[in-house]
């Protein structure tokens, strides 16, 4: 499966612990970040990553055609609602894709922590249907 991770920058550390902690799951699939949420990713867990641009340099939006093209099988974004950033990229846009082409977006700990056990468990295998 191909797992998309994006972070505001105050959740990329709370995006590394997850990486960390749910490594096993992780590198059984294939990983896309942006730039930035990607190197950090990589700097503390030796996931291979594909890497976009940074979110605000154009990478959220090479991960929109990503989804566009139903490239993408599940999208973790861990966003800050209360203080994001004006360079950071822009949570709704992500969401519209998703839903519009049926890709689970989970956009907090605990339904990423839902998803990650799902994928695992092989609850997904029904995009490989849907493609």
Same mark, same amino acid.
């Given at each position: 499966?191909?797992?998309?991770?994006?972070?505001?920058?105050?959740?990329?550390?709370?995006?590394?612990?997850?990486?960390?902690?749910?490594?096993?799951?992780?590198?059984?699939?294939?990983?896309?970040?942006?730039?930035?949420?990607?190197?950090?990713?990589?700097?503390?867990?030796? %996931?291979?990553?594909?890497?976009?641009?940074?979110?605000? %340099?154009?990478?959220?939006?090479?991960?929109?055609?990503?989804?566009?093209?139903?490239?993408?099988?599940?999208?973790?974004?861990?966003?800050?609602? %209360?203080?994001?950033?004006?360079?950071?990229?822009?949570?709704?846009?992500?969401?519209?894709?998703?839903?519009?082409?049926?890709?689970?977006?989970?956009?907090?700990?605990?339904?990423?922590?839902? %998803?990650?056990?799902?994928?695992?468990?092989?609850?997904?295998?029904?995009?490989?249907?849907?493609?």
């Amino acid at each position: 499966m191909r797992v998309a991770l994006i972070a505001h920058d105050t959740k990329k550390i709370l995006m590394q612990n997850f990486c960390i902690a749910y490594r096993g799951i992780l590198a059984k699939n294939d990983l896309y970040a942006t730039g930035t949420t990607g190197r950090v990713i990589e700097e503390v867990t030796n %996931l291979s990553i594909h890497k976009y641009l940074a979110g605000h %340099l154009g990478g959220a939006q090479q991960l929109g055609v990503q989804i566009e093209n139903n490239q993408i099988d599940l999208v973790i974004f861990l966003r800050d609602p %209360l203080t994001p950033k004006q360079h950071e990229p822009n949570i709704g846009d992500i969401c519209k894709l998703c839903d519009i082409h049926n890709i689970p977006i989970a956009t907090n700990l605990a339904s990423a922590e839902l %998803l990650l056990k799902s994928l695992d468990r092989g609850d997904m295998e029904w995009r490989e249907n849907y493609k």
